[in-house]
């Protein structure tokens, strides 16, 4: 029998891209199994936001070759678009970058007969149109991810992504909407939209008028028995009155946003090239929560910044603390090829260290601060998966607070209402 083992590293819209593929396998009659040294082929799906997650692509490039010697390998999405013959030149047979994955199993069908290595790199992402190849399947039916938009055109001073993954390009509202259905006829209760940059959603689509908020009601006004849609990540900037106005009326629009802050100091901003500054920040915050109070609002963070001075990174501490984040994704600077802060003098390794752990420590507080408004109350939760070691059922609540219980009776893919308390919390 055919066998395939898949592997994502990185962001959710990686996850959603390999289950594409592998969906076709699927079909093919390909058998999915858990170890890759019994599998005749492997996906490998790369990351290359930071050093570290270059470093990890390349590991697993060599591992996964080693383990499965005779398999065939196949390396896509940001790492191989950047480095494509190194990659091949490590032992993968199949190299794509992130575009032409619609082309995976017609390539994985010639090397069987051929054996020779295929690499389809484009040079440039930059003028690409959404790549719109079949539909991806997530397993239980609990929470799917829908992704809506690809690449980005901010150019932020530290991101290499513009160049990896390309222009921003919206994905056909049509297309969108008619997955979304068959999420939900299959059973799916949670729709996590994704993307590189969603709220960007819509401005390259005909006058640009039809945006993110737009595509949002549409789905909800679509599917009436969806019980929850997430957004995955989204720009301060780009929370609209249209959004703000769907987030106040629609219960289903989960109570959890996810807004990149990136620094606390205005300053640090500036040279970051971000939107917006550590004011008008806060004040869209506030505006939020005056709309939904049991908000939780999570972020990214990046420490190190070139040139951050104690002060700068005191700003960010203190800015922390005033957003009264309910937890922050901490990155230390990580300088990336092609970009204006890597033309800049780094920070040095251990006061990027420091600084990490000390803005660790403050997420962690704050995280205890956020969860204790909610013991003793009732929160629904939608099982996602079992643990035999731990023989508990987890999932989340609407405002991402996970539950760990135990049952005598299966959960997954079900929504229940406990009682939160510190017994159950399991972040």
């Known amino acids: 029998m055919n066998t395939y083992y898949c592997h994502s590293l990185g962001c959710k819209v990686n996850s959603y891209e390999t289950s594409l593929i592998t969906t076709e396998l699927d079909k093919e009659g390909y058998k999915k199994v858990d170890d890759a040294s019994k599998a005749n082929i492997i996906i490998l799906n790369t990351c290359s936001v930071t050093?570290?997650?270059?470093?990890?692509?390349?590991?697993?490039?060599?591992?996964?070759?080693?383990?499965?010697?005779?398999?065939?390998?196949?390396?896509?999405?940001?790492?191989?678009?950047?480095?494509?013959?190194?990659?091949?030149?490590?032992?993968?047979?199949?190299?794509?970058?992130?575009?032409?994955?619609?082309?995976?199993?017609?390539?994985?069908?010639?090397?069987e007969k051929t054996h020779k290595k295929i690499v389809n790199v484009k040079s440039s992402v930059r003028k690409e149109t959404y790549e719109e190849f079949g539909v991806g399947s997530f397993g239980l039916n609990a929470r799917a991810y829908l992704k809506i938009q690809d690449g980005c055109d901010n150019f932020c001073s530290y991101c290499y992504i513009p160049q990896l993954r390309g222009n921003s390009r919206s994905r056909n509202p049509y297309d969108a909407l008619n997955e979304a259905s068959r999420l939900v006829?299959?059973?799916?209760?949670?729709?996590?939209?994704?993307?590189?940059?969603?709220?960007?959603?819509?401005?390259?689509?005909?006058?640009?008028?039809?945006?993110?908020?737009?595509?949002?009601?549409?789905?909800?006004?679509?599917?009436?028995?969806?019980?929850?849609?997430?957004?995955?990540?989204?720009?301060?900037?780009?929370?609209?009155?249209?959004?703000?106005h769907l987030i106040e009326k629609e219960e289903r629009?989960?109570?959890?946003?996810?807004?990149?802050?990136?620094?606390?100091?205005?300053?640090?901003?500036?040279?970051?090239?971000?939107?917006?500054?550590?004011?008008?920040?806060?004040?869209?915050?506030?505006?939020?929560?005056?709309?939904?109070?049991?908000?939780?609002?999570?972020?990214?963070?990046?420490?190190g910044f070139p040139l951050e001075s104690d002060e700068e990174f005191k700003e960010t501490m203190d800015f922390c603390e005033k957003a009264k984040f309910a937890e922050i994704h901490v990155f230390p600077f990580s300088s990336r090829p092609l970009t204006y802060a890597a033309t800049l003098k780094d920070t040095d390794p251990a006061i990027k260290k420091e600084r990490t752990h000390e803005l660790l420590a403050l997420?962690?507080?704050?995280?205890?601060?956020?969860?204790?408004?909610?013991f003793g109350k009732p929160v629904e939760v939608l099982f996602e998966s079992y643990s035999a070691k731990e023989k508990k059922y987890y999932g989340h609540t609407p405002n991402y607070l996970l539950v760990g219980i135990e049952s005598d009776t299966p959960l997954e893919g079900q929504i229940k209402t406990i009682i939160y308390n510190p017994s159950v919390a399991s972040d």
Do not use: W
């Not at 946003?257 to 990136?262: D, F």
């Open 185 to 244: 006829e299959n059973g799916f209760k949670e729709i996590v939209l994704t993307g590189i940059h969603i709220g960007a959603y819509g401005k390259d689509l005909g006058d640009g008028s039809f945006r993110l908020a737009d595509l949002i009601e549409s789905i909800l006004v679509k599917n009436p028995t969806l019980k929850r849609l997430r957004i995955s990540s989204i720009e301060e900037s780009e929370i609209d009155e249209h959004l703000l």
């Open 253 to 303: 629009i989960v109570p959890h946003l996810h807004i990149p802050l990136q620094s606390g100091s205005s300053s640090v901003l500036k040279r970051m090239k971000r939107k917006y500054d550590t004011a008008s920040f806060l004040k869209k915050l506030d505006t939020i929560r005056s709309l939904r109070k049991e908000v939780a609002i999570t972020t990214d963070v990046i420490v």
């Open 51 to 111: 050093g570290t997650a270059d470093q990890k692509s390349r590991q697993h490039i060599r591992s996964l070759k080693n383990k499965a010697p005779n398999s065939i390998l196949v390396v896509m999405g940001c790492y191989s678009q950047s480095h494509a013959e190194l990659a091949s030149s490590m032992g993968a047979d199949i190299v794509l970058g992130s575009s032409n994955r619609h082309l995976a199993f017609s390539y994985i069908k010639e090397f």
């Open 363 to 374: 997420s962690k507080k704050m995280r205890l601060e956020y969860e204790k408004r909610f």
